[in-house]
């Protein structure tokens, strides 16, 4: 929680104008409704979908916590695009790995929801940033879903989905410990912080306090990131750690 005001202070400074938060909001109905309400504080809309810890029952109860205190805290598992001047983020709520849900009633996607995605992207005026939980299957040492075990945890159906439906972005917050950085889309090039470039996945890492190992050798203690579009197509993004 004293990250997440760091955080509302920082976008606030920055005048950021949307927030997203891309799963694991908590483990309960209480964590989720906290959190979404003190990132209601900037004062923007603020974006949240489910990732794989959270069940559906107490997820649903505490957005609805949130939204009945701030009507600008939008349910990304409900609305699917948004729809901006410069890019237009699309949702994809869970994870598609149904061994890895920490709850019973956990939110699995399944190809008929990519293929939902596939068509609000290719319908799309702007270019697409794609938002979920996990990310596509990578290769490389530098891939943002290699996991500390060594194994590369991304869904191939996102793979394709991004070729097919040509999406220049995609922010994943899963696996935590390959984040802080952004690469292309098949992971092989780590892309460069704080240029502008026409395509970047990018995995901001953990927000919460609790120390995690990263793969490159640093621990977290609270990450996320700030990143700005242009109307000309091209984003850039900036890692902040706590």
């Given at each position: 929680?004293?990250?997440?005001?760091?955080?509302?202070?920082?976008?606030?400074?920055?005048?950021?104008?949307?927030?997203?938060?891309?799963?694991?909001?908590?483990?309960?109905?209480?964590?989720?409704?906290?959190?979404?309400?003190?990132?209601?504080?900037?004062?923007?809309?603020?974006?949240?979908?489910?990732?794989?810890?959270?069940?559906?029952?107490?997820?649903?109860?505490?957005?609805?916590?949130?939204?009945?205190?701030?009507?600008?805290?939008?349910?990304?598992?409900?609305?699917?695009?948004?729809?901006?001047?410069?890019?237009?983020?699309?949702?994809?709520?869970?994870?598609?790995?149904?061994?890895?849900?920490?709850?019973?009633?956990?939110?699995?996607?399944?190809?008929?929801?990519?293929?939902?995605?596939?068509?609000?992207?290719?319908?799309?005026?702007?270019?697409?940033?794609?938002?979920?939980?996990?990310?596509?299957?990578?290769?490389?040492?530098?891939?943002?879903?290699?996991?500390?075990?060594?194994?590369?945890?991304?869904?191939?159906?996102?793979?394709?989905?991004?070729?097919?439906?040509?999406?220049?972005?995609?922010?994943?917050?899963?696996?935590?410990?390959?984040?802080?950085?952004?690469?292309n889309l098949e992971g092989t090039e780590v892309v460069k912080a704080g240029e502008f470039h026409p395509s970047f996945f990018l995995n901001p890492?953990?927000?919460?306090?609790?120390?995690?190992?990263?793969?490159?050798?640093?621990?977290?203690?609270?990450?996320?990131?700030l990143v700005e579009f242009t109307k000309d197509g091209t984003g850039k993004f900036e890692v902040v750690k706590f």
């Amino acid at each position: 929680l004293a990250n997440i005001d760091k955080f509302v202070a920082m976008f606030k400074e920055r005048k950021v104008d949307l927030v997203l938060v891309t799963g694991d909001v908590g483990m309960n109905e209480t964590d989720v409704s906290t959190v979404l309400t003190k990132l209601a504080d900037v004062k923007v809309p603020v974006v949240s979908i489910m990732g794989n810890r959270e069940g559906i029952a107490f997820y649903n109860a505490g957005h609805k916590t949130a939204n009945a205190a701030a009507a600008h805290v939008l349910d990304g598992n409900k609305v699917r695009k948004i729809d901006t001047d410069f890019v237009d983020v699309i949702t994809l709520p869970g994870y598609h790995d149904v061994n890895y849900l920490h709850s019973e009633d956990g939110c699995a996607y399944t190809e008929a929801d990519v293929a939902a995605v596939k068509d609000l992207a290719t319908k799309s005026d702007s270019p697409v940033v794609l938002m979920a939980h996990g990310g596509p299957l990578q290769t490389g040492e530098q891939a943002i879903d290699l996991s500390s075990q060594g194994k590369h945890a991304g869904d191939p159906k996102l793979s394709t989905l991004i070729k097919d439906a040509s999406i220049k972005f995609g922010f994943f917050g899963n696996i935590h410990e390959a984040g802080g950085k952004a690469t292309n889309l098949e992971g092989t090039e780590v892309v460069k912080a704080g240029e502008f470039h026409p395509s970047f996945f990018l995995n901001p890492g953990p927000a919460d306090a609790m120390e995690w190992a990263m793969n490159d050798g640093s621990v977290s203690k609270g990450m996320g990131a700030l990143v700005e579009f242009t109307k000309d197509g091209t984003g850039k993004f900036e890692v902040v750690k706590f």
